[in-house]
């Protein structure tokens, strides 16, 4: 059981550590200035490495809360903006966009839980931890 946490830290941050190249990509910002992204040249490639970036951190759980902060920042003008099914009349389409609205949605959710609960004991941000406090509790040699 203990080794849960990792495990999820691990699945969940995939999809944002592989999806992040896609944003570096002329046709991905093209995408963008189509649905109205302002400075899409700029903005897109900088979520790209919102992505990376706090899926790295997710990852290998080094500052985790602060990674897990990016891609909430990351996830809620993207769902908005590119998943509005609301919009489509078509029913296929509506499907197809309303289930990419909900992965961002509990996508968004976990990162939300990340961010309040860390990255736990099997991470980076866990190991300087019970680092600082075993020096903490390791008494000066007399020596």
């Known amino acids: 059981m203990k080794y849960l946490l990792i495990a999820g830290r691990i699945l969940f941050s995939l999809i944002f550590l592989f999806t992040s190249f ?5 046709q991905t910002i093209a995408f963008a200035t189509m649905k109205g992204v302002p400075f899409a ?14 899926g790295l951190s997710i ?21 908005f903006t590119f998943h509005q099914f ?21 996508m968004l959710g976990a990162a939300l839980m990340i961010a309040y609960f860390g990255s736990g004991e099997f991470s980076l941000d866990g190991a300087l931890k019970n680092r600082k406090y075993n020096l903490k509790q390791t ?3 007399a020596s």
């Open 59 to 79: 990852l290998i759980g080094y500052r985790a809360k602060t990674g897990a902060w990016l891609l909430v920042a990351f996830l809620i003008p993207v769902t």
């Open 139 to 141: 008494p000066l040699n």
């Open 22 to 26: 896609g944003l570096f990509k002329a």
């Open 86 to 106: 609301w919009t489509i009349q078509d029913a296929f389409a509506m499907q197809a966009e309303m289930a990419s609205f909900l992965r961002n949605i509990s």
């Open 41 to 54: 040249s700029i903005l897109v490639p900088f979520s790209g490495i919102m992505e990376l970036v706090g």
